[in-house]
């Protein structure tokens, strides 16, 4: 064997990954060494949380923590009306190679994301996703030299000047993250390794329904997997998801239009107001402009004393629709004056709204929380009730719940960073309906991303320590980190909210010193913001 001989525990994190999706591939061939841990193995569905998207639920999955206590609720962290995108600063909750660290393990992770900036810990990290394009790793200059062994390395496939969303370019970033990956495990010679693969989420993303670049992502990471594991023959693998993926079949619902119908959501027209994450904002960031720093032309000011007489760019396009020119001329319209004359929820002046619609749920603008709150304190649990009442009751145009539960923050969530959740949490019913924040001018539509998140991904795992036999009911992303935990017999923390896997017999629990986290910092960086927004995220 070439590799090191204590690789102990191997994870395997497939974004996305969901069993539709994998027993299309297995029955074709296209991922024999994945199915052949799914049938020697235990394996089952792994459930994920709420809301099931990739910036909360890896932290929850790492951590072992909802996100009430981690902190992480969206790609987007809100300071009043400002946002940021999130980093691994905003984690405030210990990461399970930093637990195995503190009882001399080492670990080797690559690719797993909002693990930027790294933090100290016994071994190596290259960040994924939210990280910028050339990271700081750990340890310091790690980078430089996986780059200058391996050829190359991106986090992001589309970063470069000519974005690569090519089938190649899937396959390269693939190849990259194994060699990574294997040449980090040959330096520090870790019990952990846990290498994750975004790709099989982003394709779903990127070319939906497009079944020849889903085999071509899961046949490279085959490659990938299968040599790692010929390579350094773990003791053990286990394979993990952050949520699964599948088609959209039911309707887009803009709910921040039905908040403006009952009152509670103002709007503006300009340039100058709040975005919304709206058509424009995206265009901005696939573009790879900053849109906070712009000095408007001539036309955008016109625009903007069009938007101000009632002349949107919502309006005109419900009109170029009718006529079958929207798409057509949208195209040949530049971003900044799309945004000009756009309606924006006017987030001051509001009384609820949603913010991000990753985040799935509805922000009330309280009165000494918010900067010029208007709902006032005392007000508070009579208005979340009333939306609960009103959203809880809303349906599509087939007659047909939109959320399967609509619910205060506390159902979902509990722990000290509560209060950086949404005042209220609506939940997509089976995830067949897309909630979205924008303000187009009517409630429904026909989404826009025909396939996206659903909420049951996959587990499996097989080893010498592991109960082949065992059965996976119930388990859930917060039994993830436990388990690692008893694989590696490193007692388990006990304020997790997940418990060890039936797979592995369960170690100690012990109380742990309260986490000290560093300081939460900016993630400033255009090529990240640009990314998520071509995924949609934003």
Known sequence: MN???????????????????????????????????????????????????????????????NPGKHGVYDFLSFDGYDWDVVNATHVRERAVWELLSDHGISSVVVNVPVTHPPREFDGALVPGMTAPERPDCHPEGILEDVVETCGDYRVYPQSGPEPDRSIEGYDRTIELRGKAFRYLLERFTPEFGFLQFQQTDSVFHERPGDWEAVSAVYRAVERELATTIETFDPENVLVVSD????????????????????????????????????????????????AGEHESTPLERAME????????????????????????????????????ASEQVDFPHSRAYVRSKSELGVRINLQGREPQGVVPESAYDAVRAELVEQLSAVETPDGEPVFE????????????????????????????????????????ADPVEPWNHKRTGIVAAAGSAIDEDASLAGATIFDVAPTICS???????????????????????????????????ATDDAVVEDRLSDLGYL
């Open 3 to 65: 590799g090191s001989e204590d690789l102990e525990l191997l994870v395997v994190g497939l974004d996305a990954g969901c069993q539709p999706v994998l027993e299309r591939l297995f029955e074709a061939g296209d991922a024999p060494t994945l199915r052949r841990l799914f049938e020697i193995g235990a394996s089952g569905p792994l459930e994920s949380q709420i809301p099931p998207w990739t910036a909360s639920a890896w932290p929850s999955l790492y951590t072992g923590k």
């Open 243 to 290: 949520h699964g993926m599948g088609e959209v079949s039911g309707h887009e619902f803009r709910v921040n239009e039905f908040l403006r119908d009952r009152g509670y959501v103002a709007t503006k027209s300009g340039g100058e107001g709040m975005p919304t994450w709206s058509r424009a904002w995206e265009n901005d960031l696939l573009e790879g402009d900053d």
């Open 305 to 340: 004393l069009a938007a101000t007489a009632g002349v949107t760019t919502q309006r005109v396009a419900n009109a170029l629709d009718r006529v079958g020119l929207k798409e057509p001329i949208g195209r040949r319209v530049p971003n900044d004056m799309i945004r000009a």
């Open 405 to 444: 539960d609509v619910a205060p923050r506390e159902r979902y969530f509990e722990g000290p960073q509560l209060e950086r959740a949404p005042d209220i949490v609506t939940v997509p019913a089976a995830f067949d309906n897309a909630v979205v924040a924008a303000l187009s001018g009517e409630r429904f």
């Open 487 to 521: 694989l590696l017999d490193v007692p388990v923390d006990a304020a997790m909210d997940g418990e060890t896997l039936p797979i592995a017999d369960p170690a100690e629990t012990r109380q742990y010193p309260a986490y000290d986290p560093d300081p939460v910092t």
